[in-house]
């Protein structure tokens, strides 16, 4: 397409699509300034790009100049940032439409988007349930056909966990491929913009454009942008490996019949599969649950109502002004893990929490390693240890919260890509099968997703 | 571990937070579960001596030393609760404790 009245009438069609899903809760940009910025969007966009025309949704902890940025939190309410992120930029210079911010758990954290100022997104196909986080705005879009693609960010499985609920794509890229320039911190070492899309070949297509280097940030690799695989015919010559500790006895039946018949596809396809051991898998989410909260009290200690955002006035002088503005604007979630993250580093515990994580991210790194150095390609599991949960159902319990990120923590503490893909449903909810790859090795995962998603029967019950 | 009300309380002051007395017992429950939660990484035997994994780059880049404004769209003083002259506006330092 480079047509640009085709542009136009994608950009309304996009736009009335969004406005549809209303009821979901999960663009937090009104209908009115959506429709205007798509129209100028479209009328603005390069028709030489290879997204030219594809409207993106964002999410909401992302800067865009179009929309405000609010990380889904009153502390950052009505805030425009002065820059944009550089995959943002990216996006715009390939002709993609930015379709809205996407509502997401406050600052990223929350596995179910409930931990929103702005309320809850619902699931697209069950409105009692949650559609995971802390992406789950962006993959309630992509999965309600508002848009073909989104970008999310993970700091512990943000964008898979939400996509394995809502069933349709999402990637996380290895630590470094993509830049973060843009994206507003929350655990440093852990955090990557990442993609939903309603297929592989969507999330793809907008990964290989985000990717790439960027002078702008330092933590992002000196690397050309991700080279998009051709669809294979077979997975001949792939070695997959089954990590055991991700089929655990009390993993939810129909998740575990929905795996062994993909990783029965996968030797179909001609693919290897081999039994393999991360023997450190348990101990990721306490890990992570360390690390994440540690490096979030010092990134959010920036907010405090001095140099941007709203400034919730009550006392007399500057420390009670940063108190009653962080008290007021932070929600209950980010209050509890910046109390954690200060504990965790405080004096007198720092080594038997922070240090002691760090050796057993360590640790939990080189389990990887060991497995990819014995020829394994690629690990197979489940994204997520049950469907879709009820909302409501762990507000109340954080650590029965944190633990639903139980199989996807690992690829973050470990710095590697990973790719969640629908691979069936029980009573009707989606299940989402997970690649983790070698770092950098972003095209090997994809061929093994583009081959599995085009003969694993996704929308039928297992 | 447990972690008492004086705790939160103290936690909350180094992290600049207010809390209030209502969420007071929830929140000091809510944070002795999870720091007992994380507390079983103490029976994970790991050398002492082992290198810290870092995720990234092995060598960051290092940027030329050059003050190089950042363009942005709008002004800072579009963006602050309080501005004047060249100036963030806050109350008084007021008196910070011994910490």
């Known amino acids: 397409m480079s047509d640009p009245s085709e542009a136009l009438a994608i950009a309304k069609a996009a736009a009335d699509r969004i406005v549809n899903a209303k009821r979901l809760n999960a663009c937090l940009t009104p209908p009115k300034d959506l429709r205007a910025s798509l129209v100028r969007q479209a009328q603005a966009a390069h028709p030489s790009g ?42 715009k210079a390939a002709g993609a439409l930015i379709a809205g911010k996407a509502n997401c758990d406050e600052f990223g954290m929350g596995s179910s988007t409930e931990h929103s100022a702005y309320g809850r997104t619902l699931h697209p196909s069950d409105r009692h349930r949650v559609p995971g986080g802390s992406s789950g705005g962006s993959a309630a879009l992509v999965a309600a056909g508002a848009v073909p693609a989104a970008l999310g960010s993970e700091t512990g499985g943000s964008v898979r966990q939400p996509a394995s609920f809502c069933g349709v794509v999402g990637i996380k890229p290895t630590y470094g491929r993509v830049s973060r320039w843009g994206l507003v911190a929350f ?29 702008k940030d330092s933590t992002c690799e000196d690397r050309d942008p991700l080279r ?31 795996c062994d018949r993909a990783i029965r596809l996968l030797k179909e396809l001609g693919a290897a599969v081999r039994d393999v051991s991360l023997p450190h898998t348990p101990y990721a989410v306490p890990t992570y649950y360390i690390v994440a909260p540690a490096e979030a009290s010092s990134n959010l200690a920036r907010y405090d109502g001095a140099r941007y955002g709203p400034r919730f006035d009550g006392g007399e002088d500057v420390r009670a002004l940063y108190r009653h503005t962080r008290g007021e604007g932070f929600g209950a979630e980010v209050r509890r893990r910046i109390l954690v993250g200060t504990y965790v580093l405080s004096s007198g515990y720092y080594d038997a929490y922070y240090r002691k994580a760090q050796q057993v991210r360590a640790l939990i790194a080189q389990d990887f390693r060991h497995v990819f150095d014995r020829g394994v390609d690629l690990v197979f599991t489940p994204t997520t240890p049950t469907p879709a949960f009820k909302a409501g159902e762990k507000t109340d319990d954080p650590v029965a919260m944190y633990l639903s990120d139980i199989f996807t923590v690992t690829a973050n503490l470990a710095g590697l890509p990973a790719l969640s893909l629908p691979i069936g449903r029980i009573k009707g909810l989606p299940i989402g099968g997970q690649f983790i790859g070698q770092a950098f090795l972003e095209d090997e995962m994809l061929e093994a997703a583009y081959a599995l998603e085009r003969v694993v029967p996704a929308g039928d019950e297992v | 571990m447990s972690v008492t009300r004086e705790q939160v309380l103290k936690i909350a002051e180094l992290a600049e937070l207010e809390v209030d007395e209502e969420t007071l017992p929830a929140l000091a429950e809510q944070m002795s579960r999870i720091l007992d939660y994380v507390a079983q990484l103490s029976g994970v035997v790991a050398s002492d001596g082992a290198r810290p994994f870092i995720p990234g780059p092995d060598a960051l880049r290092f940027r030329p030393d050059e003050v190089k404004p950042i363009p942005l769209a709008l002004d800072v003083s579009a963006l602050a609760p309080a501005f004047k002259e060249g100036f963030f506006l806050v109350p008084k330092l007021g008196q910070f404790g011994e910490e």
């Open chain 1, 50 to 91: 290879v997204l030219y025309g594809m409207p993106v949704a964002v999410k909401d902890n992302i800067c865009t100049l179009e929309f405000t940025t609010t990380c889904g939190s009153k502390i950052l309410g009505g805030y425009h940032s002065p820059y944009e992120a550089t995959a943002v930029a990216k996006l």
């Open chain 1, 187 to 215: 655990g440093s070492s852990l955090d990557q913009i990442g993609v939903v899309g309603r297929s592989v070949h969507d999330a793809a297509r907008v990964l290989s454009v985000i990717s790439g280097r960027d002078p």
């Open chain 1, 228 to 258: 998009l695989p051709t669809v294979p015919e077979s997975l001949q010559g792939f070695v997959i490996g089954i990590p055991k500790e991700y089929f655990p006895p009390d993993l939810d039946p129909g998740v575990r019949r929905a």
